[in-house]
Nanobody, 120 residues
Framework: QVQLVESGGGLVQAGGSLRLSCAASGSISSMNVMGWYRQAPGKVRELVAAIRSEGVIHYGDSVKGRFIISKDSAKNMIALQMNALKPEDTAVYYC??????????????WGQGTQVTVSS
């Protein structure tokens, strides 16, 4: 099985910064994608940033130039540094893992979510 545990998040003023972390445990595939999604009230869940096991990174258009995703492969951890936060960044942020190839637990996994609130 796979477990994703998120930390960070909270309340910050517009223009401020926050850092989210996610630790993955269990059977992690050698080929995988880890990332962050977010869901605001009444909106669909959207990709924030993702990083593949080979290091390729993708950002959602709304966060490019402001957010940075990083990965510690040895610890199966990812982090999301969020800078220049805007009220529209307010959402529940979810850690996500896609086990693509290898390991014993193929499939898609989600963390429990952490709230990020940006006040104007």
């Amino acid at each position: 099985q796979v477990q994703l545990v998120e930390s960070g998040g909270g309340l910050v003023q517009a223009g401020g910064s926050l850092r989210l972390s996610c630790a993955a445990s269990g059977s992690i595939s050698s080929m995988n994608v880890m990332g962050w999604y977010r869901q605001a009230p009444g909106k669909v869940r959207e990709l924030v940033a993702a990083i593949r096991s080979e290091g390729v990174i993708h950002y959602g258009d709304s966060v490019k130039g402001r957010f940075i995703i990083s990965k510690d492969s040895a610890k199966n951890m990812i982090a999301l540094q969020m800078n220049a936060l805007k009220p529209e960044d307010t959402a529940v942020y979810y850690c996500h893992l896609d086990n693509i190839f290898g390991g014993n637990s193929p499939g898609s996994y989600w963390g429990q979510g952490t709230q990020v609130t940006v006040s104007s």
